[in-house]
Nanobody
Framework: QVQLVESGGGLVQAGGSLRLSCAASGRTFSMYAMGWFRQAPGKEREFVGAISRNGDSIRYADSVKGRFTISRDNAKNTVYLQMNSLKPEDTAVYSC????????????????????WGQGIQVTVSS
């Protein structure tokens, strides 16, 4: 089992940047593919980005492509989400998720396929 804790959220003006971190503890971090998701008030949770166990495969939602960058440091048991050019519509609770995969290059985009979740952190972008 793995425990996930997000940090780095907050309030930022439109056009600004934030970097979210998700620190993992428990089992070996390099065994897990990681994902970032977000949920705005009154909306379904949606996929933001995902990264494979070895960091070689990465996917983004179209809405964040070119603005957000996901990365991981397996030595620090941490996955990051660098968010640039933020927009008011990026306002949401952001959560990281983890799931073991057989292949080191597998990315997981679906919420249903993740067993482990952080508690979430608020990101608010003002206009």
């Amino acid at each position: 089992q793995v425990q996930l804790v997000e940090s780095g959220g907050g309030l930022v003006q439109a056009g600004g940047s934030l970097r979210l971190s998700c620190a993992a503890s428990g089992r070996t971090f390099s065994m897990y593919a990681m994902g970032w998701f977000r949920q705005a008030p009154g909306k379904e949770r949606e996929f933001v980005g995902a990264i494979s166990r070895n960091g070689d495969s990465i996917r983004y939602a179209d809405s964040v492509k070119g603005r957000f960058t996901i990365s991981r440091d397996n030595a620090k048991n941490t996955v990051y989400l660098q968010m640039n050019s933020l927009k008011p519509e990026d306002t949401a609770v952001y959560s990281c998720a983890a799931e073991t995969t057989i292949l080191s290059t597998t990315v997981i985009l679906s919420t249903q396929e993740y067993d482990y979740w952080g508690q979430g952190i608020q990101v608010t972008v003002s206009s």
